[in-house]
């Protein structure tokens, strides 16, 4: 993800003294002259405007401020030496809330503030009441705040689910796995093998344009997105894809808004043809003794003989039930002689799974 900056929004302090609302940029409360305590919690507004005075663009981009080791008095992180009593900063405790999340971007001051006192809407900019002088504070109530919505499933929907997991998990257990020995005596055998044709003809696939052969015939393309990166590509298209913006703390009692973007970039997918050998039919022989073949094909020219299968069955008599054991090996099944006697291990419901003599 790449961090795109989209300026600077002021918070806000309120006085622990006399719990008047301050701007972030001022070090004294307005109301009391109380100084700033450098554990002082900065908050945004409901609504935020990006800082564009030059000044405080200065203070904000100082990053976190330094509080005087000997008077406390609190310094931009810029600063070498305290304004107020002069000694090296370098000693001093700089602001620990830098890089703090304070809440996803909400532009506009169109909103009004209303007076805790009297109950007059004022301008959002407003620092008190015009009708009555209350100091107005700009936080955001508890009630207001967005509600985390409760994510993921409750306990017992889960403990449902587990249940179901184990019903099945017992029932494939029963019903595929388990199995009872039965003894059984081959009563018939059959056999199928088969080979598949090929032929070298023109078939259709899709890959990027740049991992074509050089052989391949385009037959169309179109642009898809390849892949998702941090930054923009140096060239072809890419589209930008960010998230809601959101205030992070400079510890100066102002907040970076910051974007988190990603670039899904663009290429060229294409359909094409080229030759290669590709299955068209298959050729089978079926039988039902124990002394398979390989079926024979005509080939034709630019033909020639593909994969091959074969499957073989032993038919078992056992207790007036009939159990068909199904298997790819030659060999297994040559042992099928009619008339000789097997162990069957046969699930619940009447697969055989193994035999053995
Ligand atoms: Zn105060
Ligand atoms: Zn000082
Ligand atoms: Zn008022």
């Not at 499933?153 to 403990?159: F, Q, T, V, Y």
């Not at 890959?207 to 050089?214: F, H, N, Q, R």
């Amino acid at each position: 993800m790449a961090r795109k900056k989209k300026g600077y929004v002021e918070l806000y302090w309120a006085c622990p003294n006399c719990k008047s609302e301050n701007l972030g940029s001022v070090t004294v409360c307005g109301n009391c002259g109380s100084p700033q305590p450098d554990n002082v919690e900065f908050y945004q507004g409901s609504h935020q405007q990006l800082v564009t005075d030059d000044e405080k663009l200065k203070q904000a981009k100082a990053g976190a401020d330094i509080h005087c080791a000997y008077c406390n008095t609190r310094n931009p992180g810029d600063t070498k030496t305290c304004s107020q009593c002069g000694s090296d900063l370098s000693e001093g405790a700089q602001r620990a809330s830098e890089g703090r999340v304070v809440g996803s971007f909400k532009a506009g001051t169109g909103a009004l503030v209303k007076c805790p006192n009297c109950a007059s809407d004022n301008a959002y900019v407003n620092r008190k009441c015009h009708n009555c002088g209350t100091p107005l504070s700009h936080k955001i109530k508890a009630d207001e705040e967005p509600k985390a919505k409760g994510a993921g499933l409750k306990r017992g929907s889960l403990m449902v689910i587990g249940a179901v997991v184990l019903v099945l998990c017992a029932a494939i257990y029963f019903l595929f796995l388990r199995t009872s020995d039965v003894t059984g005596v081959v009563r018939t055998v059959g056999w199928e093998r088969s080979v598949a044709i090929e032929a070298f003809i023109p078939v259709q696939r899709e890959a990027w344009l740049d991992e074509l052969g050089a052989d391949a015939e385009i037959l169309s393309c179109s642009e898809e997105v390849r892949h998702v990166q941090d930054a923009p590509p140096a060239s072809g298209r890419y589209e930008e894809v960010c998230g809601t913006p959101y205030n992070v703390e400079t510890g100066g009692g102002f907040a970076e808004v910051v974007q988190d973007c990603e670039y899904q970039v663009y290429d060229q997918y294409c359909t094409y043809s080229e030759l290669d050998w590709t299955p068209i039919s298959t050729v089978q022989t079926v039988g039902r003794d124990l002394f398979p073949d390989w079926p024979a094909a005509a080939l034709a020219s630019e033909e020639r003989l593909g994969e091959q299968s074969e499957s073989y069955a032993c038919i078992f008599a056992a207790g007036g039930e009939e159990y068909i054991y199904t298997t790819d090996s030659f060999t297994e099944f040559q042992q099928c002689e009619i008339g000789s006697e097997w162990t069957l291990s046969v699930t619940s419901l009447g697969a055989v799974t193994s035999i053995s003599q």
